[in-house]
């Protein structure tokens, strides 16, 4: 996968929060809430690991099967990534992966920079 550069607002400093429960990620910038977005989670067989964590690689072109973009994670396998099946975010479906709508991954790719922490809980 290839790497990308962290963003021109280096002097901003973001977190990831994933509330498994919810189905939800929470994205706060500079220690407020800035955006929340629904998301997919792991099925109960293969669950989203829970724990701090943070983003090591990016792929701007990941292929069909991780929808428009990849935010991996510093544990192995596991990222936060689009979908090419839009009805699956709200449930738990994935291989423990976090699934976003595509418009939503491209957004967070663009935005955080490598090193940006995640905690899932």
Same mark, same amino acid.
């Given at each position: ?7 021109s607002? /280096? %002097?901003?400093?973001?977190?990831i929060? #994933?509330?498994?429960?919810? +189905?939800?990620l929470d994205?706060? !910038?500079?220690? *407020?809430?800035? *955006?929340?977005? &629904? #998301?997919?989670?792991? !099925? &109960?067989?293969? &669950?989203?690991? *829970?724990g701090?964590?943070? $983003?090591?690689n *990016? %792929?701007e %072109?990941?292929?069909?099967? +991780?929808? /428009?973009?990849?935010?991996?994670? @510093?544990?192995?396998?596991i990222? =936060?990534?689009?979908?090419?099946? &839009?009805?699956?975010i709200? !449930?738990?479906v @994935?291989?423990?992966? #976090?699934?976003?709508?595509?418009p %939503? $991954? ?11 922490? #995640?905690? =899932?809980?």
């Open positions: 996968m290839r790497e990308c550069c962290p963003d607002g /280096a %002097d901003l400093k973001y977190k929060v #994933v509330h498994t429960k919810e +189905f939800r994205l706060f !910038r500079n220690g *407020k809430l800035y *955006k929340s977005y &629904p #998301v997919a989670i792991g !099925r &109960p067989e293969t &669950p989203t690991p *829970k701090e964590f943070t $983003i090591v *990016k %792929d %072109d990941p292929g069909p099967r +991780f929808g /428009a973009r990849w935010l991996g994670l @510093s544990v192995p396998h990222g =936060i990534h689009g979908t090419n099946h &839009p009805q699956s709200g !449930r738990a @994935s291989e423990g992966c #976090v699934r976003l709508h595509n %939503d $991954i491209e957004e967070l790719y663009w935005m955080l920079p490598l090193g940006t922490p #995640v905690t =899932i809980v």
